[in-house]
Every structure is written in C-alpha cells, then in structure tokens.
C-alpha cells in the first residue's frame, strides 16, 4: 500500500479506525472499523453519497457498529498495535484504482467507502444490503461532486459548496418561512426588470440599514416561486451566499479562494437557473485577499459578471457602494443601481399591517390598530439613529414579547 495517497480526511478516517480498534483490544482493522469511521466523520460527503445513492445512512451506522461490537478481541500486554487486515487492504485498492479511473490525485473519503463495498467483507455485505452496491455509489459521485477532481488533500470545501455556503431563498418561499413583503412593488419591478436585461443585467439595491432591501429580494424569491415574474425568470432558483462563512476556518492561503471557485463553478453548471444574492455586497472587495495573494472575491466574479455567467442581485448602503464599489470601475459598470428610499410613517403603518398577523400567531396576542400607528408615528420621532420600517417593527416585537 506504499503507492495509497488519502486526502486528509481519509487519512483521519483511518487514524480513527485504528483507535477504535485499538481501544476495543481488536487484533486488526477491518472495513467495519472503516466504515464506522466514515460515517462519524463531520462535514464528510460519505452520508451525501450514501443518500443520493437511495441508502439510509442511519441503518448503515446502526449495523456497522453492531458488527464492531461483535469483532473478536485479544488481550495481553504483549499485544501490538492493530494492523490493517486483508479484507480493509484490499478496500484501499479498490479504492485507489477508482480515484485513478476519476483521474483524482488523492483518495478521498466517498472513494474508499466505494472500495468498501466492492469487497464481498462483512462491511461490504451491510452496504449492499441496504442499497449500496459500488455501482450505487459511484453513480452518486456525479450528483454530489460534479465533475470535479480531488487535486487538493482538503477538496470536502468544494463538494457541494453552493449547499453549504448559501441559503435557497426560493425554497424558504416555498415553505412559507419568509414573511410578505408590503409596499415595495415598484422597486421589485425594477430588479425583475434589471435581471432579464441581456448584459448588465446585476441590479445592486442601494439603501440605508434597515429600509428594506434584503426584503425585496425576499419578495422576489416570493413572486418566482408564485409564477409572477417573466418567463426568463420562471423556474430560476435565488440563492443568498453567505461570504462569512466561506471565511470562517479558512486556515490556509487560497482555502477561501478554493470555496469561492467551487461555489462560482457549481452556479456556471447550472447554466443561467441560478440567480445569486450577496447581502452587504461592499465586503466581497478585499475578502479573501491577504499575504501576498491579491486575488479577492471581487476579483473572482469580475469575470463572471462580464461573461454574463452570473446573475447577481446586491444590497448594500450608499456610503459603503461609494467607499467600496465606486472605487473599482470594472466592477462598478457590471451593476445597476437601484435605490431603495426609507417609506414615509403611512407607508410603514402599511407594513405594519401586512406583518401583525404573524407577530400575533408568535406571541400569542391580539396587536391592535392603534399600536401599529403609535409604533410607525413615536419610532419616526423618537428614534432618530435607525431607519423605518425596521425601527417600527422592532418597537412592535418588543412590544408584544
């Protein structure tokens, strides 16, 4: 096994199968202890797999370790540290052939839980009685990975990035999880009609905290999902990407670069079905770049925008387009501005409106009429740092818990 070369996270699965082996007084480590180890393992594709191939990761779990707990044991001071037996070395081949057939680099873990079940092993026999043949398996690579190779010891960042990275706004519409949106038509027409141009078709919604931008992008996500948009915009998927936690536990120089490339890839793939929302869109300026890599997330999606392979809706506030967007014209002339002014305290008691009834059903009270003016009228007046609707619809919700 001198030619295996595991990525990280395979190579950990191992590590953790010879604990467990070695922790329970097993002579050798066999692909149960393998198997088991996989499917402890966080932020591992093995259970995507196992689910996009129709099998239940959980019985999986459950049989695999019921056949560890059965393993024989040895005991004795004597006895050496556990070895790989037979069986498990030849799951490790069957597994670094197929990353060889995938033209991967390293073997990561949804490969070697393939080479598991192509084995006849007690492991294998689990696997394949509840679905997860090697065939399966494979066949599930494409759904999860794409097209994409492991070149890198860490590639488990780039599978399913878009999943992991963002949120559905069109399937949080679609479960009744986001609230309406009052009073905003005009503006929501506008970013419809920005987003079916040919080119520059990037609206940016430009606005004070707390006006509202992030809902007009809701209350699109609401009328793609109700079927009232143009037809270039029926079906499509609207999705929020969440730079921070791209950021978050990028240890290394160019991880982050690395996610953001998989998540703009997996977005190309989609050819035009995937429309794509950056909420405080100032912060993709800068992020990601540091050391002496210059290469940032703007710079990344200039290309894209360009190309027209991204639709991309922004919010941000006037000052941090100016500070931010403004400065950088190659970036600035692929969006279109929209502005989002504060609503007057009428427009707000509209809004009000269109909320109370859901701030009833959570606090379980009746709001009446005249709280709802008082709200827009006295936060209008007496707070003067915030902006409407936002400062009236937390005065209500404070109110009300």
């Known amino acids: 096994m001198s030619s295996f070369t595991p990525t990280t996270m395979t190579r950990e699965a191992m590590q953790t ?3 467990d082996a070695s922790n329970r007084g097993n002579p050798d480590i066999r692909p149960g202890h393998l198997l088991v180890a996989l499917l402890e393992q966080q932020d591992s594709i093995t259970q995507p797999i ?7 990761a959980d019985a999986v779990r459950t049989q695999a370790k019921s056949l560890v707990e059965g393993y024989p044991t040895a005991q004795g001071s004597g006895m050496a ?39 006849s092993s007690d492991a294998a026999t689990i696997l394949h009685n509840l679905g997860g043949t090697f065939d399966a398996l494979r066949g599930a690579f494409e759904s999860v990975r794409g097209n994409r190779k492991v070149t890198t010891e860490e590639p488990e960042g780039q599978f399913q990035a878009l999943e992991k990275y963002s949120t559905d706004l069109t399937a949080a519409a679609r479960a009744g999880k986001i609230d ?7 503006e929501i027409r506008r970013v419809v009609q920005v987003l079916s141009r040919r080119t520059k078709n990037n609206p940016v919604l430009i606005g004070e905290p707390g006006v509202g931008k992030t809902a007009i992008v809701e209350g699109l996500a609401r009328r793609i999902v109700a079927g009232d948009v143009p037809e270039s915009l029926k079906g499509k998927k609207l999705v929020s990407l969440d730079l921070g936690a791209m950021l978050a536990g990028a240890k290394y120089r160019g991880e982050f670069e690395e996610r953001l490339k998989a998540v703009l890839d997996e977005i190309k793939e989609a050819d035009g079905e995937i429309v794509t929302f950056i909420d405080e869109l100032h912060t993709i300026v800068g992020a990601g770049a540091g050391g002496d890599s210059a290469m940032d ?9 360009a190309r027209g392979e991204l639709r991309l809706v922004g ?9 931010h967007i403004e400065k950088d014209p190659a970036l600035e002339r692929r969006f279109q501005q929209v502005y989002v002014g504060e609503p007057t305290p009428e427009d707000t008691i509209g ?26 009228s006295l936060s209008d007046r007496y707070i003067t740092s915030r902006f409407l609707p936002d400062k009236a619809i937390d005065l209500v919700d404070e109110a009300a818990s």
Request: avoid cysteine; charged fraction near 20%; hydrophobic fraction near 45%.
């Open 351 to 376: 809004i009000l409106r269109g909320l109370k009834e859901r701030y009833e059903v959570h606090h379980g009270v009746r709001i009446q009429d005249s709280a709802l003016v008082a709200a827009a």
């Open 17 to 19: 199968a010879l604990q």
């Open 50 to 56: 196992l689910t996009a191939a129709g099998v239940n």
């Open 297 to 305: 997330a703007g710079n990344m999606i200039k290309p894209l925008l």
């Open 180 to 186: 309406p949106v009052i009073g905003r038509d005009q």
């Open 315 to 323: 919010a941000t506030t006037l000052d941090e387009y100016r500070q």
């Open 81 to 119: 540290n556990p070895q790989f037996n037979r069986d498990a070395l030849n799951a490790m081949t069957a597994a670094q052939e197929l990353a060889g057939e995938l033209g991967d680099s390293y073997v990561s873990t949804e490969v070697l839980l393939a080479g598991i079940a192509k084995g």
